[in-house]
C-alpha cells in the first residue's frame, strides 16, 4: 500500500503538469531538448532525439492515450522511434512511435495484473531559440 505523499510507479502524473489542448492532453514539463538541435544532419538529429526520448524520466511522455486495455502506463522501459521530422526556423517537430508496457489489472488468476505491449505516437516540438518542448498524442491510425 502506499502511504501518503508517496507515488506509486504507475502514478500518472497530475493536472497542474498538463494543460488542456483541444480537448487533448499536451503535457507542459520543465524540459529542454535543445540539445538534440546541435546537429545539421536530419540522420542524427533523430537518432539524438530517439536516444534522448528513451531515457526521459518517467512520467514524462503523454502515452496514455496509447493504452487500449484501460490499463496503467508503465514507462520504465519505452522505446522510441522518430517516424519524421519537419524544420523550420523556429521549431523542430517530430513524429515520434513510442513501445511502452500497459499494465492491466484483474485480468488474470487472482487478479494479477497482465504486461501488454503497447503502442502510441506523439508529437515532439522544440523551439529553436529557448529549448522549450511540447509533447502531444497524435491518433495512431
Do not use: W
Request: aromatic letters at 4%.
Amino acid at each position: 500500500m502506499i502511504g501518503p505523499g508517496k507515488r506509486s510507479r504507475f502514478c500518472r502524473r497530475t493536472r497542474s503538469n498538463r494543460e488542456i489542448s483541444r480537448g487533448t492532453i499536451k503535457a507542459v514539463i520543465p524540459i529542454s531538448l535543445k540539445h538534440c538541435l546541435d546537429t545539421t544532419d536530419a540522420v542524427d538529429l533523430k537518432r539524438r532525439l530517439g536516444a534522448t526520448l528513451g531515457g526521459l524520466p518517467t512520467g514524462t511522455l503523454p502515452l496514455r492515450h496509447g493504452c487500449e486495455q484501460g490499463g496503467l502506463v508503465d514507462d520504465h522501459d519505452i522505446s522510441a522511434s522518430v517516424l519524421g521530422v519537419e524544420q523550420t526556423p523556429d521549431h523542430v517537430t517530430a513524429r515520434v512511435g513510442v513501445f511502452f508496457t500497459e499494465i492491466v489489472g484483474g485480468c488474470n488468476c487472482h487478479d494479477d495484473p497482465l504486461q501488454a505491449s503497447a503502442y502510441c505516437v506523439i508529437e515532439v516540438r522544440i523551439d529553436r531559440t529557448t529549448g522549450a518542448t511540447e509533447f502531444s498524442p497524435l491518433p495512431t491510425g
